[in-house]
């Protein structure tokens, strides 16, 4: 089960971070995701992160303000949110599958995310960036 948190209401040029926490599995051998949607708008993948070599991957729209992170001892990943804007209101989800680094590389190849690739995924948390 993935336990998604840390969505709230930020004003714009803001900072949240969102938490993923696993039980009843570890994230080894895994790649963790993050995707977003808004209200009309196609789920979209944000960031992943391979347990097994930290290789990462940011979607366009993210790079060099999300920066995501995993805690194995706390069986968690993070996605720090900075310099938030409008455009990223949306509900986050945090999903995995059970893959190794090739599939953050592929990400990095398509320069997206498919969320058919993932297997499990967590419940939602609300992000709105509104002054």
């Known amino acids: 089960q993935l336990q998604a948190s840390g969505g709230g209401l930020v004003q714009p040029g803001g900072s949240l971070r969102l938490s993923c926490a696993a039980s009843?599995?570890?994230?080894?051998?895994?790649?963790i995701g993050w995707f977003r949607q808004a209200p009309g708008k196609e789920r979209e993948g944000v960031s992943c992160i391979s347990s097994d070599d930290g290789t990462t991957y940011y979607a366009d729209s993210v790079k060099g303000r999300f920066t995501i992170s995993s805690d194995n001892a706390k069986n968690t990943v993070y996605l720090e949110m900075n310099n938030l804007k409008s455009d990223d209101t949306a509900v986050y989800f945090c999903?995995?599958?059970?893959?190794?680094?090739?599939?953050?590389?592929?990400?990095?190849?398509?320069?997206?995310?498919?969320?058919?690739?993932?297997?499990?995924w967590g419940q939602g948390t609300q992000v709105t960036v509104s002054s």
């Open positions: 999903a995995t599958a059970l893959s190794g680094h090739w599939l953050v590389t592929s990400a990095q190849r398509m320069g997206r995310m498919r969320a058919s690739d993932y297997d499990d």
């Open positions: 009843g599995f570890t994230f080894d051998d895994h790649v």
